[in-house]
């Protein structure tokens, strides 16, 4: 069966599409839009800017899945949506525009199919993982083993919704988030931290100084919390056109990626946290392996 899987995010519309043939998923490389949904006006609704970005990365999105022919399509909106209180008639105009099964999912749904996607191959050993998840709009934890996810939750900072603190100077993200994160209650013997989200790939990008994005070099490189600060500070101080010569970092990411970093080594700092595992793997993959279990393939 075919499938396509569309993330509409705060930041970033991507679509997947894949092939499940003898048990296992045939996927092209994952395709993204710059919509910025998550710019929402001083009183949370979408923008009729962000609106129309989206509605016409939706037509791009439309074409691709049905030149692939896709039996099975899915969107799944995550923060920016649910939040915000013209969300659902943007959805409703979505499923207009690219026919699918859309829907619009909880920040511990987000964290569920997060973690199912990016964890899943490492379950193998008994061992307990936690997920970090830093998107556009919202950031995600979970923590899981081969059994369940036992734990998972949603907090509102995101690389764009904290932009602007960002922007303020050093250590503002940071002052404003050192005191959100709750007690991990890990039920077991540990194994990684594991890190997804725009945020998280592209700082493994720059680490690795990718001129183009490989997937496969961004799955299971490790971000030490000193590599990311070094990323930081480098970038804070750089002009736009400086940021646009860094291998590495994409035009539609080089304004927030500060926000988003900052974000992670707060998260890093308050659970004291040496290195994060990356992986490519996240949400779209987490859907696809819904559909498995559901045997809806």
């Known amino acids: 069966m075919k499938a396509a899987i569309i993330d509409l995010g705060s930041n970033s519309f991507r679509l997947l599409l894949g092939t499940y043939i003898d048990?296992?998923?045939?996927?092209?490389?994952?395709?993204?839009?710059?919509?910025?949904?998550?710019?929402?006006?001083?009183?949370?609704?979408?923008?009729?800017?962000?609106?129309?970005?989206?509605?016409?990365?939706?037509?791009?999105?439309?074409?691709?899945?049905?030149?692939?022919?896709?039996?099975?399509?899915?969107?799944?909106?995550?923060?920016?949506v649910r939040e915000a209180p013209n969300g659902e008639e943007f959805m409703k105009e979505a499923v207009k525009v690219c026919p699918m099964e859309g829907r619009i999912l909880t920040g511990e749904e987000e964290a569920y199919y997060g973690f199912r996607g990016a964890v899943g191959d490492y379950l193998g050993d008994e061992k307990h993982y936690a997920l970090i998840d830093v998107g556009g709009g919202s950031t995600e934890l979970a923590l899981g083993d081969i059994h369940e996810v036992y734990w998972r939750w949603s907090y509102p900072v995101g690389?764009?919704?904290?932009?602007?603190?960002?922007?303020?100077?050093?250590?503002a993200v940071w002052e404003e988030t050192r005191f959100l994160w709750d007690p991990m209650p890990i039920a077991g013997p540990f194994g990684e931290y594991i890190g997804i989200g725009g945020t998280i790939t592209t700082l493994a990008a720059i680490h690795l100084k990718l001129h183009a994005y490989n997937p496969m070099k961004v799955q299971g490189h490790r971000l030490t919390r000193e590599a990311i600060e070094g990323m930081v500070m480098e970038l804070r101080y750089m002009t736009a056109e400086e940021r646009s010569h860094v291998p590495g970092l994409p035009a539609g990411r080089a304004d927030i990626i500060v926000a988003g970093a900052e974000i992670v080594t707060s998260f890093m700092d308050a659970y004291d946290i040496g290195y994060l595992v990356v992986s490519d793997r996240d949400g779209m993959e987490g859907m696809q392996a819904e559909l498995v279990a559901n045997k809806h393939v």
């Not at 395709?31 to 009729?48: I, Q, V």
């Not at 690389?159 to 250590?171: H, K, N």
């Open 23 to 80: 048990g296992q998923w045939h996927n092209e490389p994952k395709r993204l839009w710059t919509t910025r949904l998550g710019n929402r006006d001083a009183h949370g609704y979408l923008t009729e800017e962000s609106i129309q970005k989206g509605l016409d990365a939706l037509r791009d999105i439309k074409e691709a899945v049905q030149a692939y022919g896709a039996e099975k399509v899915i969107g799944l909106a995550t923060s920016a």
């Open 159 to 171: 690389a764009v919704r904290l932009q602007a603190i960002a922007e303020e100077g050093p250590q």
